[in-house]
T-cell receptor, first 114, second 110 residues
Framework: AQTIHQWPVAEIKAVGSPLSLGCTIK??????LYWYWQATGGTLQQLFY??????VESVVQLNLSASRPKDDQFILSTEKLLLSHSGFYLC?????????????FGPGTRLTVL | GEKVEQHESTLSVREGDSAVINCTYT??????FPWYKQEAGKSLHFVID?????DRKQSQRLTVLLDKKAKRFSLHITATQPEDSAIYFC?????????FGQGTKLSIKP
């Protein structure tokens, strides 16, 4: 069975500090991977996607970056947090591209920037 | 850019009644329409989807209808139960990504 793990579960960080969020998918090789951001009480916005190791496409610019160092790992980071980065970060995977298959979401990381 | 509009921000129905959530989209090239459920403080859980080659799909108490001409799709839940209470998000594929609606908070009253 496939499992998706995100870390940390929650973070409280200061404005201007760096951030690194992680996502690992076990039990599925070469998945498509996605990062989403959800403002409190808001909708989801896709940030990045990756179809293979070392390749990441940016969907929206939010002063964040992403990397895929391993087939089963997706990292979201920034060197300098903004207040607007607060929210719920969700990692997701799918077998196929966005036009074809459901995405399975991880448990999420709740980020508060003060 | 492309948009997905979810018409009902909140919806309250009595237990056992049916609920309908409506969405419209703007991208005529959209071909995949999933629905997700989010319980309070939790992540998203896939519910049901429909592809543009059909106009109806049913899974137990859930039915999705797709009207490509009107660029409209809807989620129908019959015989609602307390555990159906959650925020439901519709989405449409477009511009290489999934575009989500704003969410509908569904409350099931006893």
């Amino acid at each position: 069975a496939q499992t998706i793990h995100q870390w940390p579960v929650a973070e409280i960080k200061a404005v201007g500090s760096p951030l690194s969020l992680g996502c690992t998918i076990k039990g599925k090789s070469s998945p498509n991977l996605y990062w989403y951001w959800q403002a409190t009480g808001g909708t989801l916005q896709q940030l990045f996607y990756s179809i293979t190791v070392g390749q990441v496409e940016s969907v929206v610019q939010l002063n964040l970056s992403a990397s895929r160092p391993k087939d089963d790992q997706f990292i979201l980071s920034t060197e300098k947090l903004l207040l607007s980065h607060s929210g719920f970060y969700l990692c997701a995977w799918s077998l196929l591209g966005v036009n074809y298959a459901e995405q399975f979401f991880g448990p999420g990381t709740r980020l508060t920037v003060l | 850019g492309e948009k997905v509009e979810q018409h009902e921000s909140t919806l309250s129905v009595r237990e056992g009644d049916s609920a309908v959530i409506n969405c419209t989209y703007t991208d005529t090239a959209s071909s995949y329409f999933p629905w997700y459920k989010q319980e309070a403080g939790k992540s998203l859980h896939f519910v049901i989807d429909i592809r543009s080659n059909v106009d109806r799909k049913q899974s137990q108490r859930l039915t999705v209808l797709l009207d490509k001409k009107a660029k409209r799709f809807s989620l129908h839940i019959t015989a609602t139960q307390p555990e159906d209470s959650a925020i439901y998000f519709c989405a449409a594929s477009g511009e290489g990504k999934l575009i989500f609606g704003q969410g509908t908070k569904l409350s099931i009253k006893p």
